[in-house]
């Protein structure tokens, strides 16, 4: 008796025999890699990037959640390789696809990296073939952009032939607790086959898998979940710049507002939204409803106020200047923090690029320090982070605390500084009341 499509994928993901790549080494492809690895599959990630390929090869890690010692023991044992060349897709049986899905200049979707993958990947595919989309993405693209170039141009049907499906990444980079291995996992498929081969694989190595009733399923819980903190993090920017105006201290309404068991989450203001994913994936969203004649109307507002902090930070710190006496213009600014959040080492989208764009435009000579981050280089940006950060604290006339990392020492920065304008809070009790202070 001759075995389905179904049957056999599903016998070679439960005994692991099935060959897995991942497309794309990065923040999300190199740990769901690892995953599959230490699960028992043997594992091939493929990325143009020559760097990463290499990295990975010789056993190290690029990846600050993933140890290096990890990537070591998975190469030696063979259970994990890497290349740049895609023909080895021709031997592999379940793929998960991990490309970054960043934003055009005009604020479009760039979905150029998906179908990239999707061509390179059209090119090998084979019957008994399972392939999830875990970038995030409109609702639709799984189905309208990926199944026509995989499915109908192969004549392999969907289903049967082989099975596609959208599975959202979750990952919060630098978080230990909540981690890609125990964080739950949506997955959903073009077809009910396609969820099952698509949950059976990924239960194999993760421990908790959420099949939901179709792709577009799995592709909107994303966009909600990524809508629902870009909006309430506009929703409580704009309270910070209310409070502003009523003389309020908006961390102490925040924090009473906490002790609410119920009904409340917090969230907090600060210099404007960073990282690749919070202040682009709604964008996807309402892009795809603005073709349907349809205006996201929440997402616009939120973000209308979220681009707009970097310019409120900048209005405090001439606020802050000018009751010294001084103007923007020739002073010397220290920008502490460039990473998007604490204790991680990505830029991406990070406020303290617009931030550092406006000081210089205004023609202030600006500076920073990021432990993680030892170099700018932007948009025509480039810096170096200050060798020396207390010598720089105590120098500079103003220090904006951009990103809050814990290794900061916030006491010795308050002690040496002459003036601080602290977007996060980061001085807490201790900037409260003080005259050098100048909190959002
Ligand atoms: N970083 C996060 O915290 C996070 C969290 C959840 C979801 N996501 C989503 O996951 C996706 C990937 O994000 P990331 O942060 O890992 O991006 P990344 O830039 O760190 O990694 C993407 C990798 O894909 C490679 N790549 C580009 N084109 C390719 C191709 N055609 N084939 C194979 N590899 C290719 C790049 O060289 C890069 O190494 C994005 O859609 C993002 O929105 C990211």
Known sequence: MTLSNEQLILNQLHDRTARVAVLGLGYVGLPLATIFAEAGFNVI??????????TVSRGESHIQDVPTEQVARLVAAGKLHATTDFSVLADVEAVSICVPTPLRKTGDPDLSFILDASAELAKYIHPGMVIVLE????????????LPQLGEENNLVVGEDFFLAFSPERVDPGRTDWTTLNTPKVVGGITEACSEVASTWYAQAL????????????????????????????????????????????????????????????????????????????????????ALNYTARFIDLASEI??????????????????????LKGSDVLVLGAAYKPDVDDLRESPALDVIGLL?????????????????????????SVPDLMEAVAEVDCVVIITNHSSYDYPAILGAAKLIVDTRNALGEAGRNNTRVYRL
């Open 45 to 54: 990630g493929i990325d143009p990037d020559e760097g990463k390929v290499a």
């Open 135 to 146: 970038s995030t993405t409109y609702p639709g693209t799984t189905r309208e952009i990926l």
């Open 207 to 290: 421990q908790d898998v959420v099949p939901v009733s179709s792709a577009e399923v799995a592709e909107m819980a994303k966009l909600l979940e990524n809508t629902f903190r870009m909006i309430n993090i506009g929703m409580v920017n704009e309270m910070a710049i209310m409070c502003d105006r009523l003389g309020i201290d908006v961390w102490e309404v925040i924090d009473a507002a906490a002790t609410k068991p119920f009904g409340f989450m917090k969230f907090t203001p600060g210099p404007g939204l960073g990282g690749h994913c919070i202040p682009i994936d709604p964008l996807y969203l309402s892009w795809k409803l603005r």
């Open 306 to 327: 979220n681009t707009g902090m970097p310019r409120h930070v900048l209005s405090m710190i001439q606020d802050a200047l000018n009751e010294q006496g001084k103007p």
């Open 360 to 384: 210089e435009q205004k023609g202030a000579r600006v500076f920073y320090h990021d432990p993680y981050i030892p170099h700018l280089d932007h948009e025509g940006l480039e810096i170096d």
